[in-house]
């Protein structure tokens, strides 16, 4: 089973739309997550932390399920510029980064 | 005012050649870490690097030599590049346990 597991997709949207990605993971020990963008042929960079209480930051929610090793990302209101591959990481002895979830979104 | 810069940024060279690319942070962390990212889009951990000493080593062919001068540089040798070598590896620093900052990548392609 890999450490850190995500749907590929792609995901394609519309504009507006609400959109949401899961991620699962093997390690019960993990110990912080987060959520990261990757645009076509740039670097990751960090979207948000993912905290056991639920955190929010505008459109988008982030949301940890410790009991079923969880984390989702929901974004609303789908822009164009979210266009992206969103990869959920998983702190342990190092950073382990899921395969990502590509998102399309269309006019 | 890059905080995690990497040189190259594209490198194309032949098999059998030997390479390195450079990395430097200017955030104070003193965590470094080397990423390969292949084909398929997978980000893959290499090497890991605490206050310039070796934490993490993954299962990397021995072809690949990491070295830190400093706590703010984390280089990357390879020897006999192969065609399999072909990717983008991106350095990336981070806090002590916490989220990374990554550079921009250097796109290696092995011909």
């Known amino acids: 089973r890999k450490e850190v597991e995500q749907d590929p997709g792609p995901f394609n949207v519309p504009e507006g739309a609400t959109v949401a990605f899961n991620c699962t993971y093997s390690?019960?020990?993990?110990?912080?997550f987060f959520w990261y963008r990757q645009d076509c042929r740039k670097e990751p960079k960090l979207l948000m932390s993912?905290?056991?209480s639920g955190n929010e930051d505008g459109r988008f929610t982030a949301q940890l399920n410790r009991a079923s090793q969880y984390i989702s990302l929901l974004i609303r209101d789908s822009k164009l510029s979210d266009s992206a591959t969103y990869l959920c990481?998983?702190?342990?002895?190092?950073?382990?980064f899921g395969t990502g979830t590509r998102l399309q979104v269309f006019p | 005012d890059t905080a995690v810069s990497q040189t190259p940024k594209y490198l194309v060279t032949q098999m059998g050649n030997d390479k390195s690319i450079k990395c430097e942070q200017n955030?104070?962390?003193?965590?470094m870490y080397w990423y390969k990212q292949d084909s398929k889009k997978f980000l893959k951990i290499m090497f890991s690097?605490?206050?310039?000493?070796?934490?993490i080593n993954e299962t990397v062919p021995n072809r690949f030599s990491p070295k830190s001068p400093d706590k703010a540089h984390l280089n990357l040798h390879i020897n006999s590049l192969e065609l399999g070598d072909s990717a983008v590896y991106f350095c990336?620093?981070?806090?002590?346990?916490?989220?990374?900052?990554f550079g921009q990548g250097t796109r290696l392609t092995v011909v």
């Open positions: 690097y605490n206050n310039k000493e070796l934490i």
């Open positions: 990336a620093s981070s806090p002590t346990n916490t989220e990374a900052f």
């Open positions: 990481v998983v702190l342990t002895d190092k950073l382990i």
């Open positions: 955030l104070g962390h003193d965590t």
């Open positions: 993912v905290y056991s």
């Open positions: 390690n019960s020990a993990s110990q912080s």
